[in-house]
């Protein structure tokens, strides 16, 4: 059973939960494990190259599961107007099921790791029970693409779907969300819409499912700043190497720009947003912050804290992940009325 404590209103929720006990042993057995994994790899910021971080992520290094490629995943390609070609990894509900929505997925990473196509299992099963189509944006990475070419691409991509939804899935129907580095750009993604496009992001998208989040990549949230050394699969001196990565030469008072850290946005007509992180992720004030902020914004929002999560926490098999990953399919069904494959 699990444990949880709410306070809820039409326009906000927040639930601590996995403090069911044999829940957390799970989760304090599978921390554990991960850790004992990480201690014997070279730490991201210590190994310093991007290019090998990826190809050991890619193989089922750094705590991250081997990538499986779907066959029935298929790449597309949008072109911005310098001429630059962004791909999308295109997953659809099964063959005699029309999308009810589509989602638009940026994976995490940092903005220096990870790809469109390194969670194809995870987002079949999202296309599946939600009845959608999920189209995860392959954006630029650092270093050799420092900012804002990532967020250029997420921006292109959310541009093409709003203008060719209808036509390419018979629905105009559109979901947001990420993780980690992803979520961020989630968000950035919908603020320029509103401030560069003229375009009301909450009647753009219905909704956005935002999972830990990084949002301040000024000076780091206290969270950030206190996590020391302990490899959580992220800590501060990783979460440092990222930055210097992504926004080389820049200062802490230029990455306060909100299209930078949009914990320091204006976050006024966002569509309703679902956050998770788990208590023992370096960036959880992140998502503290910001879920207090869209809702002080105007927007509705729900938080979800999980006990003793680490950052990434859904990676693991745990019943903690499993309820995470079902609930957000409940939240984007909801969102779009639809009642999915279950």
Do not use: K
Request: glycine share 10%.
């Amino acid at each position: 059973m699990n444990t949880a404590h709410s306070t809820a209103s039409a326009a906000y929720s927040i639930a601590t939960t996995g403090l069911d006990p044999a829940e957390l042993a799970e989760t304090r057995a599978a921390n554990d494990r991960l850790e004992q994994l990480l201690d014997g790899e070279i730490p991201l910021h210590v190994q310093d190259d991007p290019p090998a971080a990826r190809a050991q992520q890619r193989a089922g290094g750094g705590g991250f599961p081997a990538v499986t490629l779907l066959p029935e995943a298929v790449w597309r390609t949008v072109t911005a107007p310098s001429g630059h070609r962004v791909r999308l990894r295109v997953l659809t509900p099964p063959e005699d099921r029309q999308p009810a929505g589509v989602f638009l997925h940026f994976h995490g990473g940092g903005g220096v790791l990870g790809s469109a196509d390194g969670q194809d299992v995870r987002l079949r099963d999202l296309a599946h029970h939600v009845g959608v189509a999920v189209v995860s944006v392959e954006y630029r990475l650092a270093p050799e693409h420092p900012y804002p070419a990532g967020a250029d691409d997420a921006e292109r991509a959310a541009l093409w779907l709003l203008d060719q939804a209808a036509a390419e899935f018979g629905t105009g129907r559109l979901l947001i969300g990420g993780e980690s580095h992803g979520a961020r750009l989630s968000v950035t993604t919908l603020l320029r819409l509103r401030d560069r496009h003229s375009v009301a992001p909450a009647d753009a998208f219905r909704a956005a499912q935002l999972s830990f989040g990084a949002y301040d990549l000024a000076y780091g949230t206290p969270s950030a700043r206190r996590a020391g050394d302990r490899n959580l699969l992220i800590n501060s001196p990783v979460l440092a190497w990222f930055r210097e990565q992504l926004l080389p030469g820049r200062s802490p008072a230029e990455r306060l720009d909100p299209d930078i850290s949009p914990l320091h946005a204006d976050l006024r007509g966002l569509p309703p947003a679902r956050f998770t992180v788990g208590t023992a992720d370096p960036v959880l004030d992140d998502t503290l912050f910001m879920a207090a902020r869209w809702r002080a914004a105007g927007n509705a929002a729900e938080l979800e804290i999980v006990a003793e999560g680490w950052h990434g926490f859904t990676l693991a098999p745990t019943t903690v992940a499993r309820r995470e990953l079902a609930t957000q399919e409940a939240f984007l069904r909801q969102a779009l009325g639809s009642v999915g494959l279950g």
